[in-house]
């Protein structure tokens, strides 16, 4: 088959040949959606637009630089066989930018959804797994999370009509940026997730979703490879951002300002920014001025604590979900027992549940007990990581902000590491969870910490019986 294109012209195919063309597109489309899975379809390959063929060559356009080199490494090859084997006439496949004035077909729409408007066998092979090709800038949405799975209860009904209607509607007035705050495990990341899974779902948006943390290391190492430029550019292409756990910017003046300038040119450029935190962007002190008074003038929603109630219909949903039979004596017991964060309650009620279906046993009360054993124990005694900072720097005579300033001084490092030790023993927090409450260190440091004090310990006899002694003030 040839196709009718005059060599001087480089023109968008048309009649016939344009039809075939586009075809033959859709044919490829449904067969990448396929093979990469939908929200890395959406994601990505949604932005190609089809542009002129040269002899048998055919070129596609991209909006972007980054979206170009991004779609070549990752895809190129594929694009390549694919387009040969729908269409032998066309042998190489060349990606480029897309500059004003070229002629093109535009991008597929998702209303045309290429895998009902073609009905093409799914590929045998297993598909490209997201995470590994998202990894790079997005972290892949997790499938768990979304607004089914997500219980709604008093502390959280704002948050979560908030959350829908920025799926349902990006980008209206007053939801722009949206930002979620509360405590450690009690639903945020769960709604940015939802909100992302939504609106991939419901149209042609191209959704990025990541940790604070995420970003500021992302951000280092562009500036290290000089590819500023292409993060920046790969950013600002997106029609949603999500940022997790804003709060670790606090302190990292930089990042804050790329992070400032992103979310404006965003926000201009009328695309959706929701972001979360700990606490409201009026209390994030440690964060610029100006950057807390735009992430305040969209939609504040905050995620209160959980009630009883709610505890006991997440794990009412929970235990459902599972299969597994368990008592409504034993959720009572867990709901009363575990009221810190829902995190916390889902691992409890998980680890029942794969107790049960290990040794085939009914979940009762009493081997409840008995399988918690040491989270009930961290629970019953309730110390909480400010107070094992205050007896600790109290006790080492050194001030209670050492426990989270930068300070490395031995006579301070070494506290700080006791404090993050006890706080590993005596409560149920994460490594994460602790680091955080340490000035936003890393969980490795606090790893580091409780393994450091553990070999002082068994070295030095006196610094054992000094940590020891905390440890039995802080339990009594
Ligand atoms: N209302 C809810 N319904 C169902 N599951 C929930 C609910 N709230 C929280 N969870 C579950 O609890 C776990 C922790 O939630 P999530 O990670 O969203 O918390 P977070 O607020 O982002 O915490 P962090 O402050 O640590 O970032 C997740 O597995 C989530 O699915």
């Known amino acids: 088959m040839t196709i009718g294109v005059d060599d001087d ?35 990505w390959l949604t932005k190609i637009a089809l542009g002129p063929v040269d002899g048998d060559e055919i070129t596609l356009l991209l909006p972007t630089r980054f979206l170009r080199d991004w779609v070549r490494s990752q895809y190129g090859d594929r694009l390549s066989e694919l387009w040969n084997q729908v269409m032998p006439a066309i042998r190489r496949v060349e990606l480029q930018v897309a500059r004003p004035g070229d002629p093109v077909a535009p991008p597929l729409a998702l209303s045309e959804d290429p ?9 045998e092979e297993a598909p490209r797994s997201a995470p590994e090709v998202r990894s790079d800038l997005v972290t892949a949405l997790d499938t768990r999370f979304t607004f089914d799975t997500f219980v709604v209860g008093k502390p959280n009904e704002f948050a979560y009509a908030c959350a829908r209607r920025v799926a349902e509607k990006p980008s209206s007035v007053g939801f722009n940026p949206l930002f979620l705050y509360g405590g450690v495990g009690l639903g945020k ?9 939504e609106l991939v779902q419901r149209g ?55 992070f400032f300038h992103t979310f404006n040119a965003l926000v201009d450029a009328g695309r959706q920014i929701v972001v979360s935190a700990d606490k409201s962007p009026s209390d994030l002190s440690g964060l610029e001025d100006r950057l807390r008074t735009r992430l305040g003038c969209g939609m504040v929603a905050d995620i209160h604590a959980t009630t009883f109630e709610l505890r006991i219909s997440i794990l009412e949903s929970k235990a459902a979900a599972s299969g597994v039979v368990v008592p409504a004596k034993v959720l009572e017991f867990l709901a009363h027992k575990i009221t810190s964060n829902v995190r916390e309650l889902e691992g409890a009620l998980n680890r029942l549940i794969a107790h049960a279906n290990l040794f085939g046993r009914p979940v009762t009360l009493e081997a409840t007990q008995d399988v918690l054993h040491d989270i009930l124990k961290a629970h019953d005694r309730r110390v909480t990581i400010e107070e094992i900072q205050k007896r600790v720097a ?29 706080a590993k023993q005596l409560t149920s927090r994460s490594l994460p969870e602790i680091g955080r409450k340490f000035g936003n260190r890393d969980h490795t440091t606090v790893m580091h910490a409780v393994s450091r004090v553990a070999e002082l310990m068994e070295r030095d006899p006196a610094f054992a019986e000094d940590v020891e002694l905390m440890r039995r003030m802080l339990e009594s």
Not at 12 to 37: H, M, N, T, Y
Not at 115 to 123: L, R
Not at 189 to 194: K, R
Not at 395 to 412: F, G, P
């Open 9 to 43: 012209e480089r023109a968008f195919p048309q009649l016939e040949d344009g039809k075939a063309l586009e075809e033959s597109w859709l044919q490829i489309c449904s067969r990448l959606k396929g093979e990469v899975g939908e929200v890395e379809y959406r994601t």
């Open 189 to 197: 990341t769960h709604l940015m997730h939802a909100i992302g899974a």
């Open 115 to 123: 895998s009902d408007a073609v009905s093409i066998a799914e590929p």
């Open 394 to 422: 109290e006790h080492w005579n050194i001030r209670l902000t050492d426990m989270s300033s930068a300070r490395r001084a031995r006579a301070v490092a070494r506290p700080r590491q006791v404090a993050m030790y006890l």
């Open 204 to 258: 042609n948006v191209s959704v990025a979703y990541m940790s604070a943390e995420k970003f500021m290391y992302r951000f280092i190492a562009a500036i290290r490879s000089q590819s500023t430029m292409e993060f920046k550019e790969q950013l600002r292409s997106v029609d949603v951002l999500m940022i997790d756990d804003l709060q670790f910017l606090i302190g990292k003046d930089n990042t804050q300002e790329e």
